[in-house]
């Protein structure tokens, strides 16, 4: 029969120690990949925070340039009123 810690015991233990030592560069690898995954996905989002900023402000201007053409439409719309009017009460026999 084998006495504890002989031999075999031996083996056994170093055998152990190999495999927590390649669960812990695993565990470490799984880290290393995971803050860098994270690191991705931080950047992914602030990438997308600036493309909705972005979005946002172009909307705003898109708003502001439409109201601005809808008062000169007005202004243009009110001066043909106007031309309208002078014609409809010119003379007929001018």
Do not use: C, Y
């Not at 015991?9 to 190999?18: E, N, Q, Y």
């Not at 708003?63 to 106007?82: D, M, P, W």
């Not at 031309?83 to 009460?89: F, H, K, R, S, Y």
């Amino acid at each position: 029969m084998a006495e504890p810690g002989g031999v075999e015991g031996r083996r056994d233990a170093a055998a152990a120690r190999v495999l927590a030592a390649g669960a812990d560069r695993d565990v470490s690898d799984v880290r290393v990949e995971l803050r860098a995954h994270r690191a991705a996905l931080s950047a992914l989002r602030d990438g997308q925070r600036e493309l909705w900023e972005g979005q946002r402000e172009l909307r705003e201007e898109m708003r502001a340039g439409f109201a601005a053409v809808e008062s000169k439409f007005a202004v243009v719309n009110s001066g043909l009123r106007q031309i309208i009017t002078l014609l409809d009460d010119r003379p007929s026999g001018s």
